[in-house]
């Protein structure tokens, strides 16, 4: 019998090499900058030409698919996550990062059948690392297995979020107010890489121990979702319930108890979702 979402998984790592390849050689020129909704929301020309890339190839491979880009949806395609095999795609994950040359840069791309996640692919194309997983069959970088750290006392953990403008000053007051109350628990220390699709795969590979964060999209919780899970880590929401794709936040971490004792510190903040019509 074919294992159809294995071909899906193999051709989708070869279409994410491409990708890399054109956001690699991109960073040798000037970066053309866009803006979205706000002064540091920001879209390139090369973040466009990437999501067209992986689209077209997919849907010449898999002309049933469905897709959710980030790049279409700021265009005006739906944000709608149905039972059709579904490519959730964020072409630059870290467009901060990409204009400043920071060098946590990723394409992620998320595959779910039934709403479920069937694999995730994560490559981050500065680092040549990628990141993949598939359910049930264990999470790899660069082919070799990756396990998260096991660490369950938040005293002794390492926890990354991210730190980004808020247009309300009561939101940024509890962004603000979260991190603060995590530090002083204490733990090691916050950190911010910019991307939360390489924030997960650090979680998922141990070289961090936990991740949170308010306000991201399900293009940049798809891919990397499933690879915290299968290297052994826990995904939840914030609120401590179980994880939603499309709810624009939550909680990664090496063990349930880390991720619950983070879920009762942090506070949240109205953040939408991503399957709300406007």
Known sequence: MVDSWQECMDYC???????????????????????KSSPVDLVTETDQKVEALIISSIKQKFPSHSFIGEESVAAGAPSILTDNPTWIIDPIDGTTNFVHRFPFVAVSIGFAVNKEIEFGIVYSCIEDKMYTARKGKGAFCNGIRIHVSGQE??????VLTEIGYKKDPEHFKTMMTNM???VSIPTHGIRSPGSAAVNMCLVAAGAADAYYHIGIHCWDMAGGAIIVTE???????????????????????SSRALAERIAKEIQPFPCGRDDEED
Do not use: C, Y
């Open 13 to 35: 790592i070869s279409v994410t090499r491409e990708a890399g390849k054109v956001i690699r050689e991109a960073l040798k020129h000037d970066v053309s900058i866009m803006l």
């Open 153 to 158: 006392d938040i005293s002794n953990s390492l």
């Open 180 to 182: 603060q109350r995590i």
């Open 231 to 253: 290297a052994g880590g826990v995904i939840i929401d914030i609120s401590g319930g179980p994880f939603d794709l499309m709810s624009r936040r939550l909680i990664t971490a």
